[in-house]
């Protein structure tokens, strides 16, 4: 069974930091397109960024461009989201998602129905 395993959520004030860390799916991590999604109460799940399994492209909401990013490591399995300025309206249950197709990526890593396999999430929490 494919695991993901989000962690680094939390409380944080507005104008702060976070680094969110997601590990898996093993052993085939490079193989895998990597997203990240999160989802506010009330609202729908919603794309913040992706990286393609080459780690070369990435993309961004536009709600995030410019305060966070994100970046992977194959040796360690691991895709990273580092957000930073958070705002009040980043609050949300964050969710890492594995996409095993390579096909389209570049034109729908913003779609969850193409991911395979997703984290439990991790809290983001900015108080303002």
């Known amino acids: 069974q494919v695991r993901l395993v989000e962690s680094g959520g939390g409380l944080v004030q507005a104008g702060g930091s976070l680094r969110l860390s997601c590990v898996g799916p093993?052993?085939?991590?490079?193989?895998?397109?990597m997203g990240w999604f999160r989802q506010a109460p009330g609202k729908e799940r919603e794309f913040v960024a992706a990286i393609a399994w080459t780690g070369v492209h990435v993309y961004y909401a536009d709600s995030v461009k410019g305060r966070f990013t994100i970046a992977r490591d194959n040796d360690k399995s691991t895709v990273f989201l580092q957000m930073n300025s958070l705002k009040p309206e980043d609050t949300a249950v964050y969710y890492c998602a594995a996409d095993s197709s390579h096909r389209y990526f570049e034109t729908e890593h913003h779609s969850a129905g193409r991911y395979d396999y997703w984290g439990q999430g991790t809290q983001v929490t900015v108080s303002s």
């Open positions: 093993e052993p085939t991590f490079s193989s895998y397109g």
